[in-house]
């Protein structure tokens, strides 16, 4: 059997129209499903400020974090590092969205953290991709890769990131923690919300070293978790909910 | 042609100076041998199997891999550790032997190996290569 030109020429021409219009076939399948069920775990914390507040002056949570994860301690307030603080109500909060419920909290001290957003921020600007958000919801941040350009640091609309200015070795006891890491200059870091001991299948520290219980930690996806239940039953406010962070850390009032 | 001499002389003279630090060694004899590394102190770190014993684990010494990998290859280990730890939550590392490690270096080849400067500085200096690893991690004192 013989193909002459004019059958030959016209079967490329619609072969090659065939193979173009192959991409635009596939968005008649109907959008692709990006969004995957809830599974697993989310993890969230709770803060329950009167019981905070209960113990006037307290800070184990602060200490027990500090020392066991190796965070520098500097007295310069331009370059100090923290991880969890106490911040005053009207700083921590201050798009007073709820005026008069939350005027029993103006002017008090609240621990604040990083609130590890369901849309992090942070995550959006790094360039190293060396902050990612965990399946889990932990952002998490890999002091290996970070480059010290602090891009995360000016996004993040609650402070929660400390820029290592110096060798922070030289800021801490003799002996550091030898179960965690320090970092090294010119490293951006942050809480965790414990993700080593949460591997262990322990609660993170602050969670532990309360000792009023302010703090409660849990799975969000867990309909029947603690954290849930407190949600469902108390009025809870986030930090600077108009920016659609999302925070993980709830404050219960 | 007249300069040959000259030219024969420096040329001699030139080879015989880059050639200076094989003949200095082979005068001097001096042993390009490997340093001598620490013996790790103990062998107790990987985790128990079900009705294992302590008293087994400790009598019988084993390491993550091979000596003769992890000599040439421990730090591309320790690379892959630290990437399955950090980036993808996954801590649990089986050994060649069937044997179950955590994927730490403080944990665990910190345990066995915790003479830093007799056992990773001596062949880091040796091999001049200048690791930052511990920069951050701490090697001073090891809680199993």
Known sequence: MSIDRRHFLGLAGLSALAFAARPSLDGLEGPASDERAPAGTRWAMIVDPKKCLALDGCTRCIAACHTAHNVPLIGERRHEVKWIWKERFERAFPSDENAYTEEALKGKLLPVLCNHCENPPCVRVCPAKATWKREDGIVMTDWHRCIGCRYCMGACPYGSRSFNWDDPRGHMGATPASDYPTRTKGVVEKCTFCEERLAKRQRPLCVEACPEAALVFGDLNDPKSQVRDLLRTRHSIRRRPELGTQPAVYYVI | ?144
């Not at chain 2, 620490?38 to 993550?64: F, H, N, T």
């Not at chain 2, 910190?110 to 701490?138: E, I, N, W």
């Open chain 2, 1 to 144: 042609m007249r300069d040959r001499s000259f030219i024969v002389a420096g040329l001699v003279l030139f080879l015989g100076l880059v050639t200076f630090p094989v003949w200095y060694n082979v005068a001097a004899r001096t042993d390009p041998g490997a340093p001598a590394l620490a013996r790790p102190s103990a062998a107790g770190v990987r985790l128990l199997r079900r009705g294992e014993s302590a008293r087994l684990l400790a009598s019988e010494p084993s390491c993550v891999a091979p000596r003769e990998y992890m000599r040439a290859s421990h730090m591309r280990l320790l690379t892959e550790w630290r990437e399955d730890v950090v980036r993808r939550a996954n801590r649990s590392y089986v050994a060649y032997d069937g044997h179950r490690y955590e994927k730490s270096f403080t944990g665990t080849c910190l345990t066995c190996h915790g003479d830093k400067a007799q056992f990773c500085d001596r062949c880091h200096t040796y091999a001049g290569v200048s690791p930052t690893c511990m920069d951050c991690h701490v090697t001073a004192v090891v809680t199993p």
